[in-house]
């Protein structure tokens, strides 16, 4: 059973922007970490950004710090990652995930979205 639903991701073109949502169930929502991994093809999957359940402390990668942004909506259990200035580089799977304790296993995972960023 999937536990936390993504939506947006596509196809633009170099600079453009897109947005990520991810939905989560209250219990997940409220009390776990949420946050974005990417998984590029022969790559490994990275935490991109991540986002704290209390006070909303925020983590970045170095390689998206200043372009994407992690924010989530509590009326709607929705964590987003708006991604500005896209490059080539930044083409890949994207998961959602919630952990509880830790970023090396995280409890829960979204179905994964691609984006693909053309030059």
């Known amino acids: 059973q999937v536990e936390l639903v993504e939506s947006g991701g596509g196809s633009v073109q170099t600079g453009g922007s897109l947005r990520l949502s991810c939905t989560a169930p209250a219990r997940i929502f409220s009390t776990y970490y949420m946050g974005w991994f990417r998984q590029a093809p022969g790559k490994e999957r990275e935490l991109i950004a991540a986002i704290g359940w209390s006070y909303g402390s925020t983590y970045y990668t170095g390689s998206v710090k200043g372009r994407f942004t992690i924010s989530k909506d509590s009326a709607k259990r929705t964590v987003y990652l708006q991604m500005n200035s896209l490059k080539p580089e930044d083409t890949a799977a994207y998961f959602c995930?919630?952990?509880?304790?830790?970023?090396?296993?995280?409890?829960?995972w979204g179905q994964g979205t691609q984006v693909t960023v053309s030059s």
């Open positions: 995930a919630a952990t509880a304790r830790g970023w090396s296993t995280p409890d829960y």
